[in-house]
């Protein structure tokens, strides 16, 4: 029995991380910004390596907006806080 419970408890923490991890820094597009502009802050901002950012400028420009980081809402708040700071429009999503 103890293993039983032992592994629910593991199962439940897994989840958690899970359900933590699931958010999603969306970035929309805008007519203000060049591509330029939301690269470097793609790059500075969120980590990504500049191909990643000017792949993911191009789907934002062509598609109105994407998904440019996941991860637990903790960590992606700092970043749409940026983002909003350079006058880029972002959300969190679950």
Do not use: W
Not at 16 to 30: A, P, T
Not at 44 to 70: E, M, P
């Amino acid at each position: 029995m103890k293993d039983d419970k032992q592994y629910k408890e593991q199962q439940e923490s897994e989840l958690d991380v899970l359900e933590d991890d699931g958010c999603k820094l969306i970035v929309h597009n805008d007519d203000y910004h060049t591509f330029d502009y939301v690269i470097k802050a793609l790059v500075d901002i969120c980590r990504l390596t500049y191909d990643q950012a000017q792949q993911c400028t191009i789907v934002i420009h062509y598609t109105g907006k994407c998904i440019v980081k996941t991860g637990g809402y903790e960590d992606l708040l700092p970043m749409h806080t940026a983002l909003l700071n350079k006058q880029l429009t972002s959300e969190i999503i679950q």
